[in-house]
């Protein structure tokens, strides 16, 4: 499958060389042409299935498409590509809108939390796209390896407004990722995004509080 | 043990009840003398340890407080007491400031997210108390008996600037509502509240996704 890979990071790079392994052909798409980030991961992965672009060449290779970006310039990368190459797409959106500068303790940016989310801001940018919002909750080697943690027993949470969309995600992560089906738990329409986010703050002092980012929730009743 | 719950909802009467069945002599206070629920509580409880009277009678009353109103309204019903009869006092923080009013998702409410929360308004308003935020991320059933989930085998968190009142809440926790001591996870100084009463709209969404509001989180590694 051709994906398109958006951001550099660690969490870019964990998903696109994963999916490198799964033996897609993988875009990762940068602010600019030739960036070294990219260029260094292409060359690191040494597989013809590798590419680098920009985001708006990531976007249009992609039949399915990761958002990694930093929660902070997610939208401006957003506003560099053509959004009618995302349109009929599947957006996986793993971005967090996460201020680490204000205090001791994490806050969500201002204007993307409690009534907004970069999710639902995303899906706003690109309207003819599925996007779907997950993987946000969970550090980046547990992303691409669900198993990482108490043998894949926990839950991942997953919110978008098309409900064929949200399947075929939901089975991307089991196939690709080692998630367990019955673990993936639906939370509605990609506005639910909005309370998914807010519990980042949580989760770093959670995993503050542990010293580990190897964890997750998962739901006992 | 003398102990006053603020608040007549379904948390004041869950708590006040337990502890009633505890031994212990718990006054619920309300915003009036002879409210009706109050009144109800106390003749239902058919028990001399059992009293009913205002806020500030039951905050005077107690040697611990349970914090147990509305969100909306906790900051008024906190202006109607002498705060000085906090001082050197444990005050168990359960609020949540949800605004259910907002559209069909949960929020938080304007001016008590993201850099503030309920927990620090509470121990501003009492700075001599020891503000202990906990319980506020369950159901009421399971807030008082930890084992009507898994066994007892989840999470609660637990957070206030006190190191010993917050090991004395932990202990009263683990002695009267049978939370097991390894599963409480402290999260740091009563600003963590923040993040903890910011995971509320979430815990809705999964309320409403698996039917059931007895759940809990698990962290696991």
Known sequence: MKIGVLGTGVVGEAIATALINKGHHVMMGSRTTGNEKTTAWKNKAKNDNASAGTFADAALHGELLFICLNGEYALKAIDTINTENLAGKIVIDVTNPLDFTQGTLPRILENLGNSKSLGEEIQK???????????????????????????????????????????????????????????????????????????LPFWVLVYQSLGTPLFNFKIVQ
Chains 1, 2 share one sequence.
């Open 125 to 199: 940018a690109a309207p003819g796209a599925f996007v779907i919002k997950t993987l946000n909750t969970v550090n980046y080697k547990l992303m691409v390896d669900a198993r990482k943690v108490n043998n894949g027993d926990h839950n991942l949470f997953v919110c978008g407004n098309d409900v064929n969309a949200k399947n075929k995600a939901k089975h991307f992560l089991v196939d690709n990722f080692h998630w367990r089906a019955d673990r993936l738990i639906d939370l509605g329409g990609i506005d639910a995004a909005r309370s998914i986010e807010a519990i």
